[in-house]
Structures are given as C-alpha cells and as structure tokens.
C-alpha cells in the first residue's frame, strides 16, 4: 500500500478555549494517501517548535548555508501576548505556510517529524471541556462555569482579515432522528435521539459534527434541528436553473429521482441540504445526488478527485425515524417541480435558451415522463394547472426587450 503521506492541509480556522486558561487553538482538515480526511487542533507554539525542527533537520533548505537556498517557508514567532486579533491575522500565514510545505520537495513534506505533527492525538479526539484528566475531577457546579469553545471559521476563499470574521460561529444543535452506522473511519456513528453541534454543513450533503469525545461526517437527513422543521432552512427552489454537468453517473433507485451518465449538462432548480438536488434535464426534472455535479465551466477532473464517498442516504430511505416536530412544511412533488417548469419556461422570451441539451445524450427517467413540446404546451398547462402552483410564484429571471422599450 505503499508509506503513508499527507496530499493537504487545510486551515479551517481557530477555537478560543477556556479551559484549564484561556488560549486559541487553530484546526487543521489533513488529507491523508488513503483519501481519509482528520481534524487535527495545534497551538501557534506547537507549530513554531514544529518550524524550528524542521529548519534544524534540513540547514541547506532552510537557507542556513547559503541563504539563496532557503526553500523552507518563513514563520514568524509566537509574541509575548496572543490575542484575538493575533489569532485573526495569524490565519493568512499560516495557510501560506502549509500550502508552501506540501509542494516541498518529498524528502521534507514525507519525512516522519511532518507526518508525526498532523497525526491525531489523543487531545484531538476529546472536547476542551472533556480533557481535565483524572487528576482533575470536576463536579457539576465547576463544569457548570466552564465556557463552550468559540469557534471561528475562515471565509471560503481562503482569504481572511479583520473584517471578514465579525464574531465567534455558534454551532448549531442537531439532533439524530435515527441510528446510523458509520461505513468509514471519517464518519460518525449515531443513535436516536443523539445532539450534536454542526461544525461544517457541505453541499454534498455530509455534514462535519461533533459530540462529546466524538468528531465526524454524518448524513444531513439524519439530523434535524431541534427548534424548527429542517425543511425551514432549505432555499426556495429557482426556476431559471444553474447549468451543471455530471461528473459520475447515477442510476435511479426511486421514482423521483434521474439516472443520468457522465458527462451530461443539467439545470440545477432546487439545492437542498440534504445533498439531493432537484435538476431539470430538457423537460424532465428529478433528485440527483449533489456530490456528482460540478458547474459548467469548472475543472471536472479536480472535482472527480474530491468524491470520498458515496451519495448519502435520502430522509425517505430511512426507517424508524423519529421527529420531534409534530409539523413540518411537506416537500414539493416532482409534478409539481415539473409544473413550475413548464410555467416559467413558457415565461422566457423566445430568444432565451430554453435550457442545456446534450446531443447524443440519453436520458433515463423513473417516473412518469411529461412532454413539453410546442403544440401542447397550452394542453399541459390547462391539464396541469394550479391550485398547488400558487404556493409557489414563479418569476422571469429578466424582462424581454420589449418591456425594457
């Protein structure tokens, strides 16, 4: 299988911590040979110490000899005082830091003092509040002024500054509607009735969470929250569609979803956060497994390489759910998603691109197939129309040239 080695390391951002002293702490998402992806948690400290070694172990790279031979990337060291704002700027630094490491030559970013630091410790498996040790026993009423974690998440592009973090992320509280088995090592295992704090929720629709001593992915369907309905926090669905093209096909298990092959263009209509995402392929629309789309235009090849795992599991796969909700806001059927279409493609003006077609491409579809060819249009519309459409306006994403005279 071959020595293990680290493909990247991502910051994730950093935690200020309470206990035993206030300090921060930043997260670091490694990716493993394996593909395997571990939250690891290190002091600015660590990471000099780390720097200082490494520089020892390899004067020349280091520029030690010969400063025009420095390879190693620059740290700065750690100041008497480290503040929030300290931690805030640090984190550009260190992003460039980590990035310069990995394309290090081999002998360096593989050599074991690297991989040893990013290995998981102990510490990272445990919740600040969790790690006293046994010689530190904690009653009820001294855990009780013990302060959660706050943490802090760098912005998506990578980029961070004062005004891009306004204050600490307050994870949300989920709770599990039923047990589930883990299939990986990445995941997590959950039972019934379970809470636990969302760290990362990705579009794919595997969310990153934490409880107690416990960190992993879980399947966004099965966790709800536990003051609204989830479906509450699902956007509304747009009509217009966003072009994407698939990256690995699918075959359709249930009715209402599309098996599509790779390769093929779609209009994405409605993205849901369970990682199931409403697409529309000429007039047919369907539930497609997110983590197998990439929009049109973007490197397919790198977003084939980030698939780890399959598509999660669907809410309706799931059996002996249990819901604290004695209400939630019922979900679109496709018939509907499919009129809503019909509606608002008959909307565009006639020169507006009437959606992505792939030639030559086949379409396989589970359930009924609904035609919208021109001379039945008004049938369809008539046979198919409202009240439920109601419940959902649809609206031109522009006005036709001759509104704008």
Not at 261 to 273: D, M, R, S
Request: glycine letters at 6%; one cysteine or more.
């Amino acid at each position: 299988m071959g020595d293990p080695f680290i493909r990247h390391i991502a910051l994730l951002g950093f935690e200020k911590r309470y206990a035993p002293s206030q300090h921060y702490v930043y997260m670091f998402l490694v990716k493993w040979q394996d593909l395997s992806e571990k939250v690891v948690y290190r002091r600015f400290t660590e990471i000099y110490e780390f720097h200082k070694i490494l520089k020892e172990m390899f004067p020349i790279e280091a520029g030690d000899i010969n400063p025009e031979n420095r390879i190693i990337p620059h740290l700065p060291a750690p100041r008497w005082f480290d503040g929030q704002r300290v931690a805030e700027s640090r984190q550009g630094t260190l992003t460039e830091y980590c990035n310069s490491l990995m394309n290090l030559p081999g002998k360096i970013s593989r050599c074991p003092h690297l991989l040893n630091f990013f290995k998981v410790r102990p510490d990272d498996l445990k919740l600040p509040t969790d790690s006293h040790g046994p010689h530190f026993p904690r009653s009820f009423w001294e855990l009780s002024w013990v302060k959660k974690p706050e943490t802090y998440l760098m912005p998506r592009d990578g980029k961070s500054n004062a005004a891009d973090i306004t204050g600490p992320i307050i994870l949300q509280t989920y709770r599990a509607i039923a047990d589930y088995e883990k299939s990986s090592g990445s995941e997590m295992a959950l039972a019934t009735g379970d809470v636990v704090d969302v760290v990362e929720k990705s579009q794919s629709g595997w969310w990153f969470c934490q409880m107690k001593t416990k960190r992993g992915w879980v399947p966004a369907s099965y966790l709800e929250p536990l003051d609204s309905p989830d479906e509450a926090e699902d956007p509304e669905p747009n009509y217009a569609g966003e072009p994407y093209i698939t990256i690995k096909a699918y075959t359709a298990l249930l009715e209402d979803e599309i098996s599509l092959e790779q390769g093929e263009t779609i209009e994405v209509i409605h993205k849901l956060l369970d990682g199931w995402w409403v697409i529309r392929k000429e007039d047919v629309t369907g539930y497609f497994p997110s983590m197998y789309l990439q929009q049109a235009g973007q490197d397919t090849d790198q977003a084939q390489s980030r698939i780890k795992r399959g598509a999660p599991p669907r809410r309706s796969s799931i059996r002996n759910a249990h819901s604290i909700h004695q209400r939630s806001r019922k979900r679109l059927s496709q018939d509907t998603y499919r009129r809503n279409s019909v509606r608002f493609l008959q909307q565009r003006p006639r020169g507006a691109r009437p959606g992505p077609r792939s030639p030559g491409s086949a379409l396989r579809f589970a359930g009924p197939r609904l035609s919208c060819s021109e001379p039945t249009c008004a049938r369809v519309q008539q046979k198919l129309a409202p009240p439920d459409f109601r419940c959902e306006p649809v609206h031109p994403s522009f006005t036709s040239q001759e509104v704008s005279l």
